[in-house]
């Protein structure tokens, strides 16, 4: 397994990561059942794999207890990144909360349910408007100091409130949407981003050393070279809320998809490692967290590490990917 490092984190993280929001069961993502889930976490350790990033809200507490269920025994070979600020209510109704009260809370039932006494990065999953960035990063350095976050991170903020939570703790992790079709996206799902990934993020982490942790870097699965304009998943599949894998955008990305199977054709690659080895060449990325639902999906993108892409081969997928950057699709 090919190792990476950035500045800010002494640890060394492996360069294909784990994404646990697919094994948050089967109402959520496609079929997945904890069997598989289990097997595609033990599949990942055997392949050396030893960064896992999940967060409470994926299926309401369960992706993080199959995940503590999996690392049983084996929570001293990985790190674990996981999230707060996403709670529910009796009828699942999530809402954003970073206020301190809330946080206490928060870390102890994620530590219960993953069977551990410590998280690795604790990432404040989205930005709550309604709650000042000082009392938040306050309540988080005072749960550093119990010992039970080793590091803090954010995800999804604009460059001025990350910038902004600097001033309070050490934020050493930025995690946002990133990968070869999604380089400065404006929207998740229905969600309004007011963070540009490649133009604002990237250059921050780049200078001070931060981890940039990219998320979807599969384009949740378009980059696998296997969707097709219809039926990739269920109707209760997280994904068809997706406005961008679906009906003429779907189209768009497809057409590029197209184009890009044929250069990793010309290289005799798969298309999955080479998106994946795209984001792996970035120096501010030290984990692709891919989700995976099985352990044949972790083999595969695990491989990507047993080669790299040659600065000729980027310059490559730049040229058939810059027309759609110009147009604003990627
Ligand atoms: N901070 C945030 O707001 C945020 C938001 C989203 C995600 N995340 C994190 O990022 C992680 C990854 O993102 P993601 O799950 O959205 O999408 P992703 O990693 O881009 O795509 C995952 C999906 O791609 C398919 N796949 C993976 N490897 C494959 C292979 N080798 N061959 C064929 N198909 C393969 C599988 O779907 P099929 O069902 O099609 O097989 C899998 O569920 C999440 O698990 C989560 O930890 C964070």
């Known amino acids: 397994m090919k190792m990476k490092k950035v ?54 507490g369960h992706a993080e207890t199959v995940l503590g269920q999996a690392l049983e025994g084996k929570r001293d070979q990985v790190y674990i990144a996981s999230k707060c600020g996403l709670v529910w209510d009796a009828q699942k109704n999530v809402t954003v909360n970073l206020t301190r009260n809330s946080l206490f809370q ?119 070279g296997s969707f097709s304009q219809s039926n990739n998943f269920d109707d209760n599949d997280v994904r068809s809320e997706n406005p961008k894998l679906s009906g003429p955008r779907l189209g768009q990305y497809l057409e590029i998809v197209k184009q890009l199977k044929t250069f990793a054709q010309s290289i005799d690659k798969p298309l999955t490692q080479i998106a994946l080895n795209w984001l792996i060449a970035e120096e501010a990325i030290p984990t692709v967290i891919c989700g995976a639902q099985n352990p044949s999906h972790v083999e595969q993108n695990v491989a990507s590490t047993t080669w790299e892409l040659t600065n000729d081969m980027i310059a490559e997928i730049d040229q058939i990917v810059a027309p759609y950057k110009t147009s604003g699709l990627v």
């Open 106 to 224: 928060e870390i102890d039932a994620s530590l219960q349910r993953l069977q551990t006494d410590h998280i690795d990065i604790y990432q404040m999953h989205w930005p709550d408007p309604q709650t000042p960035i000082q009392e938040t990063m306050e309540a988080l350095v005072d749960i550093q100091n119990t010992g039970k976050i080793r590091y803090i991170g954010v995800s999804n903020f604009s460059l001025a409130l990350t910038q902004e939570a600097m001033k309070y703790g050490e934020v050493v992790s930025y995690q946002g949407l990133y990968n070869l079709l999604e380089q400065n996206p404006t929207t998740y799902h229905a969600i309004d981003l007011d963070y540009r990934t490649q133009d604002e993020i990237l250059p921050l982490c780049r200078d001070k050393g931060l981890a940039y942790l990219p998320y979807s870097p599969l384009f949740q699965g378009l980059l696998t």
């Open 7 to 60: 500045p800010a984190i002494s640890e060394e993280y492996s360069a294909i990561g784990f994404g646990c929001w697919a094994i948050s069961g089967s109402d959520v993502w496609n079929n997945t059942t904890d069997h598989d889930s289990i097997e595609a976490i033990h599949a990942a350790l055997d392949l050396g794999v030893n960064f896992f990033d999940v967060a409470p809200v994926y299926g309401l």
